[in-house]
């Protein structure tokens, strides 16, 4: 089920008095209540404070004030974001009932701008773990992903049109591959991560899952402007489309994990966009790309050794204290961590270091990258989430990423995934937008 709930679009209708933002937050709770019992994205509802938020932006913009570019926006919380109102439970028993103090910083943004924080979505155990038993909104004999698996099944199955993520391999990209949805994670260090739980100190990002690409960056571009980062550029609206002169195809190891299905549905799309008057370069027509790859996929590994290192603190005293309620996965990185010395971490930093100059680089000549979001459409079952092979690359190296809606295998979306240089996250969005009204 495709929809166009967006809040952007409507916005026009607020300012000039057709619509209200709580006509908006009705619709939204509207189809919580036909399909959330089958998607189950939702750990908490706050419906009542909601509405309450819905109804103040509404006199705002009856009076022509509103207070920023998201007043009145319906937003959901992933559940490893502290909310002041709500619990934040992590999908873990050790954390159940448990009520934080204050909101994460991005959320208290978000209240401060009038975004209507209408409740908690599921995630994977710690955003890294065991999975929650959110369906996918196109199939729910399938997964949709994680860990960010209940904001993108939300937006996905149109209960809202922007809900916020996080994703320290694959947890925003894929999830929004799989569910149809506008996935955006930024250049590293771009959304201030304060009041989310850790994972990793330096493969962390806060990013958006939405409807559309105007919602994903109005929202992004707001939480960016309360704090010190730059790299999203002025202003709410969504940067003019600006047509690739070239773009670097990637295969990297992933290719190996996809279907014939969606390996043609991929070559059609860069067909596409080579008939339009993109040049396409890959390791087939240039050696230093197959390096390039060749090196992507030899230092892969190396992040997620990152991951579980900078994981010790705190679930090492989280297994010590809970034991078996903390599950395997997590049990099996802090197994790995241990292993590890203080130079194994610090000469796997080091060869990150090198490679972001390499990816630069390369980077120099051609406005992105393009790879797959995902490896294929989202698969049966709802223990596994999914291979994480495609995103982690630009996890590892932090940077801004984009997976669009942009194809279908069977039925099922499939996203493209666009990355481009650290911190011109405007330019890559730029692109996106071009690309998102030609081949969608």
């Known amino acids: 089920m495709r929809h166009s709930l967006s809040f952007s679009r409507a916005l026009p209708d607020f300012v000039g008095g057709r619509r209200t933002p709580r006509d908006l937050l009705e619709q939204c709770i509207d189809v919580i209540a036909a ?30 004030t509103p207070l920023s570019p998201v007043d009145g926006c319906p937003v959901a919380i992933k559940d490893i974001i502290a909310t002041a109102d709500m619990p934040t439970q992590m999908n873990s028993a050790v954390f159940e009932g448990w009520q934080p103090s204050r909101d994460a910083a991005c959320v208290a943004a978000l209240r401060r701008g009038g975004a209507v924080i209408l409740g908690k979505t599921v995630t994977t ?33 149109g209960m809202v049109p922007a809900a916020l993520a996080t994703q320290t391999q694959g947890s925003i990209l894929r999830p929004a591959s799989y569910c149809g949805a506008i996935g955006f994670k ?35 571009r707001f939480l960016e402007g309360a704090g010190p980062s730059t790299a999203l550029g002025p202003g709410p609206e969504l ?56 090196d992507l996929d030899a230092g892969l590994p190396g992040s997620i050794a990152i ?39 610090e000469s796997l930093l080091a060869n990150r270091r090198r490679m972001q100059g390499v990816v630069q680089r390369h980077l120099e000549g051609c406005d992105g990258f393009v790879t797959l979001a995902a490896s294929g459409p989202a698969p049966p079952g709802l223990e596994h989430t999914g291979s994480r092979t495609f995103q982690s690359y630009g996890s590892w190296l932090g940077l801004p990423a984009f997976s669009l809606p942009l194809m279908e295998v069977e039925g099922l979306p499939v996203g493209l995934q666009l990355l481009g240089p650290m911190g011109a996250d405007d330019g890559l969005c730029a692109v996106a937008n071009w690309l998102m009204p030609g081949l969608g």
């Open 35 to 64: 399909r959330d019992a089958t998607v189950k994205a939702f750990v908490t509802l706050n419906i009542a404070d909601a509405r309450r938020s819905a109804d103040a932006a509404t006199a705002r913009y009856r009076s022509g």
């Open 125 to 157: 155990e710690f955003a890294m773990g065991r999975s929650g038993p959110t369906t996918n909104p196109f199939d729910p004999a399938r997964t949709p992903g994680g860990s960010s698996s209940g904001s993108a099944a939300a937006v996905g199955a």
């Open 186 to 220: 930024p250049t590293t260090g771009t959304l201030d991560t304060s009041g989310i739980h850790p994972l990793s100190s330096t493969c962390d990002h806060l990013g958006v899952i939405a409807a559309s690409l105007e919602d994903a960056w109005r929202v992004a």
């Open 239 to 294: 940067p003019a489309p600006i047509k690739p002169r070239k773009l670097i195809r990637l295969y990297t190891r992933g290719w190996a994990e996809l279907d014939d299905r969606t390996r043609a549905a991929f070559d059609s799309l860069v067909a596409s966009l080579e008939t339009r008057g993109v040049a396409i370069a890959s390791r087939d027509s240039d050696p230093g790309i197959a390096r390039l790859e060749q």
């Open 307 to 345: 991951v579980a290192y900078e994981m010790k603190r705190p679930y090492e005293q989280y297994i010590e204290r809970f034991g078996e309620l903390i599950g395997p996965r997590i049990h099996e990185l802090i197994d790995s961590a241990r292993a590890m010395t203080p130079a194994d971490y």
